[in-house]
């Protein structure tokens, strides 16, 4: 998926929704904009800007993004943030970004459409794969050995894994042990805005 000029699409909904612009410096001129303030958007605006940062922050087109939402609303689940936020967070790619196999999620998205990446032993292929509890994630002992893993070691002791995932750093073995849920406070963005924008 094409996303253009990340470093101008995040000052415009004003979150360091890309990893590049997870920094300081965004933070400073994110803080500095804030101080300027600007033309006030209506409700609509505010939450079209909160369903673009999270359908940004996992590189989902418009329609996978609005066919997870669709599929919470349809279903009628207790706490829809949390099982929107669920289905988002243990897509496949999601997973393997997570673990820190990747620095980004559209290389994780890469990782896993090539082959890579294993789950309970079998080669998956599909970024939106969903796991489940138990599901073991594992790299193809044929791809460790290929460039994008060679400083696979050092980069993984740097990452604070999910608590919903166990990860074995020895053998970069990781365990799906339960499921993801929402912490507004750590969130780039609001998930009750983003059904208001889909209820419209």
């Known amino acids: 998926?094409?996303?253009?000029?990340?470093?101008?699409?995040?000052?415009?909904?004003?979150?360091?929704?890309?990893?590049?612009?997870?920094?300081?410096?965004?933070?400073?001129?994110?803080?500095?904009?804030?101080?300027?303030?600007?033309?006030?958007k209506s409700a609509f605006g505010m939450q079209m800007n909160?369903?673009?940062?999270?359908r940004l922050t996992y590189g989902i087109t418009e329609k996978q993004f609005k066919n997870?939402?669709?599929?919470v609303l349809e279903e009628g689940i207790g706490n829809q943030n949390d099982a929107l936020f669920e289905a988002l967070e243990t897509r496949l790619d999601n997973?393997?970004?997570?673990?820190?196999?990747?620095?980004?999620r559209r290389g994780a998205r890469?990782?896993?459409?090539?082959?890579?990446?294993k789950?309970?032993?079998?080669?998956?292929?599909?970024?939106?794969?969903?796991?489940?509890?138990?599901?073991?994630?594992?790299?193809?002992?044929?791809?460790?050995?290929?460039?994008?893993?060679?400083?696979?070691?050092?980069?993984i002791k740097t990452v604070s894994t999910p608590t919903w995932i166990a990860f074995?750093?020895?053998s970069k073995e990781a365990t799906i042990q339960g499921a993801p849920k929402a912490v507004p406070a750590e969130l780039l963005f609001d998930l009750g805005a983003i059904f208001e924008y889909y209820r419209r």
């Open 1 to 40: 998926m094409k996303i253009g000029p990340k470093y101008k699409i995040a000052r415009r909904l004003n979150a360091g929704i890309f990893e590049k612009t997870q920094t300081a410096k965004f933070a400073a001129s994110k803080e500095r904009r804030k101080e300027r303030g600007g033309k006030p």
């Open 50 to 54: 909160e369903k673009q940062k999270a």
């Open 68 to 71: 997870y939402v669709k599929r």
């Open 95 to 104: 997973v393997v970004y997570r673990l820190g196999f990747a620095t980004t």
């Open 110 to 117: 890469q990782m896993v459409s090539h082959g890579h990446i």
């Open 119 to 155: 789950v309970n032993g079998k080669r998956v292929t599909v970024p939106s794969f969903r796991v489940a509890k138990g599901d073991k994630v594992t790299i193809r002992k044929e791809s460790e050995g290929k460039a994008l893993y060679r400083d696979l070691d050092e980069r």
């Open 168 to 170: 074995d750093i020895k």
